[in-house]
């Protein structure tokens, strides 16, 4: 890691250094008094996100310990097969499709063994298979009740019928699921290779202008364009803040107005529902990558069939305009 000074930092920036890559510090300070020492610190310190200080071989003990605390905690109210580990907890929800229908709340767990959604008080286990039943995990796009739209878990099972799970994050989730699926079947655990149709076409460091009731805010972050969608979140976002597919993309300007880039020019997003303002350094490779994605996207829709002419329902006579032959 080279220095370096950028202005347009912020403190969402440095946290996501920090846990992604993490600093490392070795500083000898003396604190003088007219120019006589008397203090001194001497101070070696390590600070990065847990899983990287766990790849490069620190608290390793702390994880374990954790481990074993956490499955003890879980026991207590969800039942565990002996050689049965938890691999991740998430806030979850499973859809009830019976005698009425609607979103159950609990935790989504996944097991060395299982895929479970459970509520802890009171214990109830919601839904649950076992990983070696499970045919297909893949995720579902659908719109909340608010207009947002949500990525929900389609989890096909191989007795033919299929369940609609929620989870905080739902692409992180898929991405375990399916690694432990390849490794039940032989496959190689690393996460599986993203399909052609969910392959980034572009992605990069990029701003959103959000709008609070005090004003607005510029927030870094990364956005993803792939055939299907386009999505921003921030380092300190749960999930995407911007999610748009582009039959949603009805008009994409470009307006030149001062924003934390060196680029002027800003892209204006305009949906049904709201309009988007984004900026980047490389704004203008963005903008022909989002005219080509989405004329691609109406393109392999066609053009929209033409409506046969239908008779009118009161009197006929009354809409014929002058010299036009009468209904018959």
Do not use: C
Request: aromatic share 4%; no cysteine; proline share 6%.
């Amino acid at each position: 890691m080279q220095p370096t000074r950028d202005p347009r930092a912020t403190l969402p920036d440095l946290i996501e250094v920090l846990l992604n890559k993490g600093v490392h510090l070795n500083l000898d300070l003396i604190i003088s008094v007219s120019d006589i020492p008397l203090i001194g610190i001497n101070l070696r310190a390590t600070i990065a996100g847990i899983e990287t200080m766990i790849e490069y071989g620190m608290m390793q003990q702390w994880d374990r310990d954790t481990r074993e605390w956490v499955q003890r905690a879980v026991r207590t109210h969800l039942p565990l097969a002996a050689d049965e580990e938890i691999l991740a907890k998430m806030a979850g929800g499973h859809y009830q499709d019976n005698f009425y229908r609607t979103w159950r709340s609990g935790s989504a767990y996944l097991t060395t063994q299982r895929l479970i959604i459970h509520r802890r008080d009171p214990a109830e286990t919601l839904w649950q298979t076992r990983l070696d039943a499970i045919a297909s995990v893949s995720p579902h796009r659908e719109s909340s009740i608010g207009g947002e739209e949500r990525t929900r878990i389609l989890v096909g099972l191989k007795d033919g019928s299929e369940a609609v799970l929620s989870a905080l994050e739902p692409d992180r989730l898929i991405s375990l699921v399916q690694a432990r699926l390849g490794r039940a079947d032989g496959a190689s655990s690393s996460t599986p290779e993203a399909t052609a149709e969910d392959r980034p076409l572009r992605e990069g460091r990029m701003w959103f202008l959000e709008t609070l009731s005090t004003g607005s805010t510029w927030r870094g972050g990364q956005a993803q364009l792939s055939n299907t969608e386009l999505t921003w979140r921030s380092p300190m976002d749960g999930r995407a803040r911007v999610r748009i597919s582009p039959e949603q993309l009805l008009d994409i300007r470009r307006e030149e107005r001062s924003n934390p880039t060196d680029e002027r020019r800003l892209l204006i997003l305009e949906t049904a529902d709201s309009t988007i303002t984004l900026a980047a350094d490389d704004a203008g490779a963005w903008s022909k990558r989002l005219d080509d994605w989405r004329a691609g996207a109406l393109d392999a829709k066609g053009p929209a069939p033409l409506e046969e002419p239908t008779r009118p329902d009161s009197n006929p006579d009354d809409r014929v305009g002058e010299g036009a032959a009468p209904w018959r």
